[in-house]
Every structure is written in C-alpha cells, then in structure tokens.
C-alpha cells in the first residue's frame, strides 16, 4: 500500500508545484492523475521516489517511510518502485535485451551489467516478459529501430524486471497514435492485474483514463480537485480540474468505446 500524507513541493522561487496532497492506494490498484500542464502530476510522481526531493509531507510504501530514507536505503527501495518514462529513456544503441536487462541494475551493480554478465534467472526473466510485451522476436534489435509503441513496451519490460512493487508511469502515451495508446494503456493495466500491482499513472487523455483505470485523481494547481471513480466524471468535475469549456464529447467518447464492445449476438 502506498500512502503520501500532506506531500508538499515548493521550490526556490516560492512556487507550490504540491500542496499538502494525502492518497492512499492499496495494493493492485491502479489510479490515473489528470489536470492542466503545470498541474503538479509529473512532481508528484517523482516526489514518491524522491527523484524530486519533498519539501514536507511523507510518503510511505508497505510501511517504510521513503522521505526518511538515506541514501542508500533510497536506492533499494527504488528497486521496488518500477518507473515507465514519456520519453522511453532506453539507451538507443543498446539491443531491446540489453535495455530491458538495465533494469535489474539495481540488483547485479555496474561492473556486472557493464560486462553483461547477467544471471541466468534475469536472462530468462527477460525473455518471458519481451514475450509478454509482443516483442520476443525483437530482442536483438536496437532500440533505435523501434516505433514508438514499441519502445514503450520495452520500458514497460524493464520497469517489471524489478519485480516492483509499485508502478509509477509518467505520460506512457502521450507520443503515441490513438490505437497504440489503447494498446499500451490496455497491457500497462492488465500486467498490474496479474502481479497484483499498485500503479499510479500520470495522463492527459481523460477519456483513456476513464477507459482502463478503476480510480481517477485530479490535481489543479497542485492540490486535490477530484477523487474517485471513472464513472464519477461529468463536465463539472472536469471544469473545476481544467477551467470552463464544453467537456460532453470527451465523456461521449467513453460510452461510444464502451458501446463498440459489447458482443453483437450473431443473427441466425
């Protein structure tokens, strides 16, 4: 279980990018962050591992308290904290083995990924999870020949080759064409399902987050606007997160996805 209690971010300049946000979310449970850009949702994300240092508040997983970790503590419970990044952060002249394998670092240190000198179990790891992804037959490639939704799965791969246990996934489709995103969005949802995973999920597609999450978190101006399920969104809770504007076609495009599913029973 993951608990922030009054996380709070305030920089230099006297800006708030978070102020005093409390969440809980249970394990397995996958929840999206919306709100405008400069909404605090990319700080909030990386104050839980602290690649951005809090100002005040907590932030507890499983009962450790990350804020009050040292350095080197930090770096193990990092191990625990899979990270899936915008903009894929793989290393592109690396294979799509070599860049999911850089996720057991951690684990196996420098000296030994440098020589990729990985044990057997963390190559056989690698394998099942490229073939979970769809990208098995890809694995000798270089990452830099890769579409973009592509080398999503491969961060996704490598974020879960820490056996987290917990997801944080920062903007995973903002890059991506509508098909891929539901496609990322759809297996991001089911891997959490089936490794009973926590996963909070940074998005500006509100309509894709109402598709696949159970929980939906709104932040504006760095505090708590909304909070609650996907079916709870309508144009008002829509307008205090974003400001006036006619929201009906983006709540539409929900129930049209949800219309387009059902089974049609053949005619006979």
Known sequence: MLQLNKLTKTYRTGDKALQDVTLTIPKGQVLALIGPSGAGKSTLIR????????TSGSVILDGTDVTALSSGGLRKMRRQMGMIFQEYALVERLTVMENVLSGRLGYVGF??????????????????????????????????ELSGGQRQRVGIARALIQNPRLLLVDEPTASLDPKTSR????????????????????????????MFVERIVGLKAGELAFD????????????????????????RDVDDEEEDTVAVEPVL
């Open 47 to 54: 104050c839980i591992n602290r690649l951005v240092e809090p």
């Open 111 to 144: 000296w030994r990924s440098f020589l990729r000198k990985y044990p057997q179990s963390d190559v056989d790891e690698a394998f099942r999870l490229l073939d979970r992804v769809g990208l098995l037959a890809m694995a000798d490639k270089r990452a830099d």
């Open 228 to 251: 609650g399920k996907p079916t709870e969104m309508s144009d008002e809770v829509l307008t205090t997160i974003y400001g006036e504007e006619d929201w009906h076609a983006t709540i």
């Open 183 to 210: 496609q990322i969005m759809r297996l991001i949802c089911e891997l959490c399902a089936e490794r009973d995973l926590a996963a909070v999920i940074n998005i500006h597609d509100v309509a894709l987050a109402q």
